[in-house]
């Protein structure tokens, strides 16, 4: 890796500004998943063990450059502190002169950076003005890496900066599984829709040796070979682009893996009676049915896949995951490759807010060899984009 990490700076006495992703959802005044919270503390008492003082900078929600009180970060303290286990201060209104009287040991969350309109707009004066707050620069937030903003990308290039454990973690595993993975390697690409996920599909088909589509996506690219699919959820209008990817697809020598069949039912809710349909291109549905799931033939088809796989990526599901019974495609695959990946066979990478909560559903996703925190940014990655977050770490322009 072309950048610096926390093993090349020297932080004794130093105040560390550094960036982290604790954007982390909320319910009625409580952190309700600390995952991105328990993920940024290594680089919290790293810092710590080599005798600086972590200040850190992050964003919560999406205020638009306005003080909302809703929005205030002050509600991940109570996490923050058991997960590090030492007291936080919280800093509502960041002063030089505040963070330069810090005592040593001490760790600090400054307010929500969004609350500026500087942060979004990555005005250089609100970089210049955070760039005061400290001495070195850390960023620990690769989930947020996707962002060109002031404490993100502007910051980064006024002082020394670093990468943090938890983006050293995130850049590795994703540097592995699609960068120098090893083949073969195949991707599962599931979810409601293909226009979002368009130069995902694109990139992926030239790097992978097997795709497996999935979810309501799937349903467009069974249209676009002739497949009436009644009321299923599907994008006529990006017909087209499924038939192109395909074929880019076969010109890159890329198997793609459609459901040969489907869980079929006439209502969208938990417990619906479905039937098992198969799939191609010669299926009519009544006007009222829907595919919801891939059937057992398909997720038999998507195990014999994994079985010839070294390396697997994973965004989205294979199904409507949320409502049972049409967690079974997606539940029964994840568990497969949480083995494949547990006896040694398979290195499997898994990112996508969504994606992780189906796989933790499926209480697989432990077993994976690397979760990514990343939503947005793990997609962009996977676009083949560079994010411009990572990219000033590297000095480069951005
Ligand atoms: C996320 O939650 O994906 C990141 O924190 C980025 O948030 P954003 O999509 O509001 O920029
Ligand atoms: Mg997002």
């Known amino acids: 890796m072309s950048w610096k990490t926390l093993d ?14 604790i954007n982390v959802p909320v319910e009625n005044g409580q952190v309700t998943d600390t995952t991105r919270i328990d993920r940024i503390i290594p680089t919290l008492k790293d810092i710590l063990d080599k005798g600086g003082m ?24 109570p996490a ?7 007291k936080v201060t919280f800093v509502e209104k960041p002063d030089v002169t505040t963070l330069s009287s810090l005592e040593a040991g001490s760790v600090v969350l400054i307010e929500n950076t969004r609350f500026a309109a500087g942060e979004e707009a990555n005005d250089p004066h609100m970089a210049q003005f955070l760039a005061t707050l400290g001495d070195v620069f850390c960023n620990d937030a690769f989930s947020a890496a996707h962002r060109a903003h002031a404490s993100t990308t502007g910051i980064a290039h006024l002082m020394p900066s670093c990468a943090g454990r938890l983006m050293q973690a995130e850049l590795s595993a994703l540097e592995a599984a699609l960068s120098t993975p090893q083949r073969p390697v195949g991707a599962v690409v599931g979810g409601a829709k293909v ?17 497996v589509i999935g979810g309501g996506m799937a349903n467009t690219f ?20 499924a038939l192109a990817i395909m074929r880019s697809a076969e010109s890159a020598g890329c198997k793609v893996l459609l459901p ?4 079929v039912a006439r209502e969208f809710k938990a417990g619906a009676a479905f039937d098992v349909i198969p799939l191609s291109k010669d299926t009519v549905l009544d006007d009222d049915q829907m595919v919801l799931d891939a059937g057992p033939h398909a997720v038999a088809a998507v195990v014999a896949a994994f079985g010839t796989l070294k390396t697997l ?32 066979a398979l290195i499997s990478v898994v990112g996508g807010g969504d994606t992780v909560a189906a796989l933790n559903q499926a209480g697989a996703a432990a077993d994976f060899t690397y979760i990514s925190t990343a939503g947005g940014a793990f997609l962009e990655w996977m676009e083949g984009k560079t994010l411009p977050g990572v990219a000033a770490l590297k000095g480069q322009s951005t």
């Open 54 to 77: 972590p200040i850190m900078l992050a964003h919560f929600g999406r205020p638009k450059g306005k003080v909302v009180p809703e929005m205030s970060l002050r509600v991940t303290l």
């Open 313 to 344: 990526i994973w965004n989205g599901p294979l199904g409507a995951f949320e409502i049972a019974p049409f967690n079974q495609a997606t539940n029964a695959a994840a568990l497969e490759a949480g083995r494949l990946t547990k006896e040694g």
């Open 195 to 211: 226009s979002t996920k368009i130069a995902l599909l694109e990139n992926l088909v030239n790097r992978l040796d097997v795709l």
């Open 260 to 263: 040969v069949d489907g869980l």
């Open 8 to 21: 090349d700076m020297d932080l004794a006495g130093k105040r560390v500004l550094v960036r982290v992703d």
């Open 80 to 86: 923050l502190e058991a997960a590090l286990g030492q």
């Open 222 to 241: 069974l249209a676009a070979q002739g497949a009436k699919l009644g009321a299923s959820l599907m994008e006529p209008d990006y017909i087209e682009t």
